[in-house]
């Protein structure tokens, strides 16, 4: 699936759950534009439509999940503990911002493929 392919899902999936494309749009759009050449237009301005909270929201949802740190261990094995009882620190989330912070590190190649498992 191609770069463009897969951003033409996530804007029909957010769409489809209330997103509203307009502010990303030209005022005064030709007849003209093929629906191809708006995706390129669109993904122009893709980092500034995916995180977007609004957008986020549309893709991911508001779901609470929760993150426990120990998945993120730093490199030398240290785990983040509360407190003597040595309990492991679990933020809890909504949806939208865990997966806005996943995506915000990645590299370019890799944010297409994050992006792809949620079209």
């Keep these: 699936m191609t770069k463009e392919q897969i951003f033409e899902k996530l804007i029909k999936k957010a769409e489809k759950n209330g997103f509203d494309m307009k502010p990303f749009l030209p005022a005064f759009p030709s007849k003209q534009i093929t629906k191809k050449k708006w995706i390129k237009v669109l993904m122009g301005q893709k980092e500034r439509i995916w995180f977007g909270s609004n957008f986020a929201k549309t893709i991911w949802g508001k779901k609470l999940i929760g993150v426990n740190i120990d ?43 994050y992006l792809k498992k949620f079209v």
């Design 71 to 113: 998945k993120y261990l730093d490199p030398d094995g240290l785990r983040a503990t509360i407190g003597t009882a040595g309990a492991y620190i679990e933020f809890i989330l909504p949806a939208w911002q865990f997966h806005l912070q996943q995506l915000v590190v990645l590299s370019e190649k890799n944010k297409w493929e």
